[in-house]
């Protein structure tokens, strides 16, 4: 007689759950990393030994390979076979970039941009996806269902506040929407005119101070709300811009704050309702990555909780990388440009300006914004 009792189950290799170990795993691609920085290591380390809390934030600077830890991260969450893991960037060009940091490292995942999933890979628990937060916080989400997060990265958290926003922001700008930004202006006017503030909001309209912007009275929006959503309606919002913030807004537009530029109208909510969003619930992890923590602030706001213990590994990585050029401080225009397109041959350029004057760049510069150089740093 068969003693079963003595017979086991065959071993199998299962995948590894330890961020270091998968990096250790990654086929050696050739322009794979042959080692993890020093930062890199610990933040991972620190990160696998409180895997089990549900808000975990690693600190770690710009140039010192964030990207790279979020991807470890996300594929250990993928191993440990907890649900869904959604890797969430500011932008579609952030998304592509972390894209191609999995394929250096030979790291499968999904991408979802343009209402598409690049591949099945996501759908059926076998990888991650990277998407955007547009994407992620959209009032008519594909991440429900079977397809809502358990386990979620955020990257660049410290700027998330902002991008969460605009998810609840109705915004009507006078260039695209003329109609409708003179009648919401016609339908909050008698709330300054009640408080004998009627010359101020003519003085923000005139585009006299082109960097001024006005708050409306307070609860203007719970007293015009039925105005506001026919002049809405009026501008047959559903085939629009304005279609995803609307139906954002729609049942609560009368808790909403109103600000009035002489080039826009925004709506939004004082404070983010994040409670609306279950993958900011309970039963859920997330990793915050992010370039600095210096006011907890932008955390609270965008996510609507506080980081009681960040990651922040002992590391230099990054310092001192930034070269700040003042435009001032050049007499010739001609000048301005050969030194921008000599720094772009070599480097990655960030060139910024006043964005109240909205300035169209001459055709020298244009070209050179539009058809960089390859950037090896």
């Known amino acids: ?42 933040a991972l380390a620190r990160w696998h030994n409180n895997r089990d809390a549900s808000d975990n934030a690693i600190i770690l600077n710009t140039g010192a390979g964030k990207s790279l830890v979020g991807i470890l ?27 191609r940091e999995c394929d250096r490292i030979g790291i499968k995942y999904s991408t979802r941009i343009q209402k598409e999933f690049s591949n099945d890979l996501f759908e059926t628990g ?10 992620l916080f959209a009032s008519i989400s594909t991440f429900k269902g079977q397809n809502a997060p358990k386990c979620l990265i955020f990257d660049d958290a410290h700027v998330a506040e902002r991008l969460i926003r605009d998810s609840f922001t109705l915004s009507i700008s006078k260039h695209k929407f003329p109609d409708l930004f003179d009648k919401i202006t016609q339908i909050v006017r008698p709330e300054f005119q009640a408080l004998g503030k009627g010359a101020h909001l003519s003085y923000i309209l005139s585009e006299v101070g082109q960097q001024s912007v006005t708050l409306c009275p307070l609860a203007t929006s719970h007293r015009c709300r039925e105005q506001i959503i026919q002049a809405l309606k009026d501008a047959n919002y559903k085939a629009s811009s304005l279609f995803f913030p609307t139906v954002q ?6 808790y909403c704050a109103i ?35 210096e006011y907890e602030t932008d955390f609270v706001r965008g996510f609507g909780r506080k980081i009681p213990n960040p990651i922040v590994p002992d590391n230099d990585a990054g310092n001192g990388e930034r070269l700040v050029l003042l435009a001032s401080d050049f007499d010739e225009k001609s000048t301005k440009l050969s030194v921008a ?10 060139i910024s300006v006043p964005s109240y004057t909205r300035p169209k760049p001459g055709k020298k510069l244009q070209r050179l914004l539009i058809r960089p150089h390859s950037a090896s740093n």
């Not at 004082?270 to 409670?275: A, D, L, R, V």
């Not at 397109?341 to 960030?350: C, E, N, P, T, V």
Request: charged share 20%; proline share 8%.
């Open 259 to 293: 600000f009035v530029s002489s080039t826009h109208i925004e709506i939004t909510p004082p404070f983010i309702p994040t409670g609306v969003f279950p993958f900011l619930g309970e039963g859920v992890r997330r990793v915050y990555l992010s370039a600095t923590l």
């Open 126 to 135: 076998r990888a991650f996806c990277i998407t955007t937060y547009q994407a």
């Open 249 to 254: 807004l729609y049942e609560h537009l009368h």
């Open 73 to 99: 991260v996300a594929q250990s969450l993928v191993n440990e076979q907890i649900g869904p893991v959604v890797f969430a960037c500011s932008t579609i060009d952030l998304v592509s970039q972390t894209s």
């Open 1 to 42: 007689m068969i003693n079963f009792d003595k017979l086991t189950r065959p071993t199998s290799t299962s995948a590894p759950l330890d961020p270091v170990e998968i990096f250790k795993r990654t086929p050696n691609l050739k322009d794979a990393p042959n080692d993890l920085w020093k930062g890199q290591a610990e």
């Open 341 to 350: 397109k000599s720094i772009l041959a070599k480097r990655k350029l960030l």
